[in-house]
């Protein structure tokens, strides 16, 4: 009984404090929203944004009730902070959008009930034409054993073009194509900034660029081949020139690169 009363005390007093404080305890009414990320800075008009595998995504915003739950996708909705962004997308089925019209800067929120989040920015670019290599880089070779310095590594980019303008914010997929597993016994796709293993990024500064790093097997000292696959999409389909092939050569510490 003692445990039964304790039970009931505590029951009473939540929906004492609940009616106090006017907090709903309803679980579809939505009391807090996370919206703190985007799949990519930019959208291609017509296209729907998206995410590191090149498919359509889902936006992240979450809308919260009182128990910590989530409520239901229909309720969250995305919104133009002024009529130019307003404008310039148009959210569909599943919390994803598609660019309508050419904007440098859309500022949205996301909304559930009473509840908006923080504002997130994006662009919508116009639909590329190509994807092709930047200018040649310093080295298309690394030393996979010896040292662990910069020649132990390779950045690879690839530019996404409208006509002969970069378009910036949209997702690359880069991915490993083939190895000389005989020579290294494996290889990393990093980011150059965090040193973190990825299979996607966003091109900023003119371009995609991801950091290719090789981990030799004991006792090789001998050459390969590494064969990297830059790749985008958009309006559902590759992009001319894509995918986009690259060539690093692997070099013993022993031997001159």
Known sequence: MRNARSVITA???????????????DPQVPLSIQFDSLPALAVVVGDTMRGGDLLPARIPALAYNAAGG???????????IDSAS??????????????????????????????????????????????????????DSLVYNGLDTSTRWVDTRARVLAGTTPLNGL???????????????SVRLVNPSSGRSVASVLTSSDAATVRLKAYARPGVNTTGLVTLEASIRALGVQVPGSPLQFTVRLVPFSLPR
């Open 11 to 25: 029951l009473l007093a939540g929906t004492a404090v609940a009616a106090c404080t006017g907090v709903s305890t």
């Open 70 to 80: 989530t409520v239901a996708d229909t309720q969250v909705r995305l919104i133009g």
């Open 86 to 139: 307003a404008n310039a997308f148009r959210q569909i089925s599943g919390l994803r959008l598609t660019g309508r019209a050419l904007a440098t800067t859309v500022r949205v929120v996301a909304q559930a009930g009473s509840v908006q989040s923080q504002t997130q920015t994006f662009a919508v670019v116009a639909a590329p034409t190509a994807l092709s290599r930047t200018a040649t880089d310093a080295s």
């Open 171 to 185: 997702r690359v997929r880069f991915r490993v194509v083939s190895v000389a597993s005989s020579i290294v016994d």
